[in-house]
């Protein structure tokens, strides 16, 4: 804004030069953007949410949320939604207890004709994740396991068919915008006073994985993230708050 305002006041002979023309603005690497905060849920919350996901009609019964279901996998394996979205049943190795995660739903900004604002548009189904790293086989523990089976048999009881895990009750492929509202209501039937994202469940994954004492090099691989330090950076309040316990709790002599 500065620049243009200067070229102005030469052009009109208000000053002989821009004093603007003599500096050199840094690299943008070399600039330190401020990123939006993202906060993790606690355990209580997230044992909060796994009641509210697993919550069942009185009269019949039936669990009141199949896309409950697909919840619970993001926040135990860390997904980013367009993996979760993207997931079909044979990436799912029952026997061995594996997980692929391989595919990812593919989002573009959709600009204004002025190029001015934006909004994410989710496309077509990518043939490999958001990077090299994110293509990932996860080992699936018995909980995840189990919210699966039980997937499996409510789609049975409810005669669903399909590829994808993440499907609504016609069998077509999920979108974010459907999941999100899903988390919406189920977080409404919780004491979580919080804007609670589909991202918030990935990020919570992470944050939880590392306070508990997980290496950060295991964490950043199980995100699939490019390297240590997207992760580092992504969970640097988390890392810092663990530090400051450790200290705390140090005494030398």
């Not at 989002?107 to 004709?113: E, G, L, P």
């Not at 994808?164 to 039937?189: K, M």
Request: proline share 2%; glycine share 4%; hydrophobic share 35%.
């Amino acid at each position: 804004m500065l620049r243009p305002c200067l070229n102005k006041a030469v052009s009109e002979g208000v000053i002989h030069k821009n004093p603007c023309d003599d500096v050199l603005l840094p690299k943008e690497s070399c600039i330190e953007t401020e990123t939006k905060k993202q906060f993790s849920l606690s355990d209580t919350e997230i044992s909060q949410m796994r009641d509210a996901s697993l919550s069942r009609y009185k009269t019949t019964k039936e669990y009141r949320s199949r896309d409950a279901f697909v919840l619970l996998l993001i926040i135990n394996l860390g997904l980013r939604v367009g993996e979760a979205v993207a997931l079909e049943w044979s990436d799912i190795d029952f026997n061995n207890r594996l997980i692929y995660i391989r595919k990812i739903l593919q989002s573009n900004i959709m600009k204004t004709a002025d190029g001015e604002g934006g909004k994410k548009v989710y496309s077509r189904i990518k043939k490999s994740s958001k990077t090299s790293a994110g293509v990932r086989i996860l080992q699936l523990n018995k909980e995840v396991v189990w919210y699966l089976n039980e997937l499996k048999e409510y789609d049975k009881r409810n005669n669903i068919q399909s590829q994808y895990i993440a499907c609504t009750n016609v069998g077509t492929r999920n979108t974010p915008r459907n999941l999100q509202r899903s988390l919406d209501r189920l977080i409404r039937n919780t004491t979580i006073d919080k804007n609670v994202t589909l991202h918030t469940l990935r990020h919570t994954f992470g944050s939880t994985l590392l306070r508990r004492g997980i290496r950060i090099e295991v964490v950043s691989k199980l995100m699939g993230h490019a390297n240590i330090s997207v992760t580092y950076n992504k969970y640097i309040h988390t890392i810092k708050e663990e530090e400051a316990k450790a200290m705390n709790m140090v005494k030398v002599c």
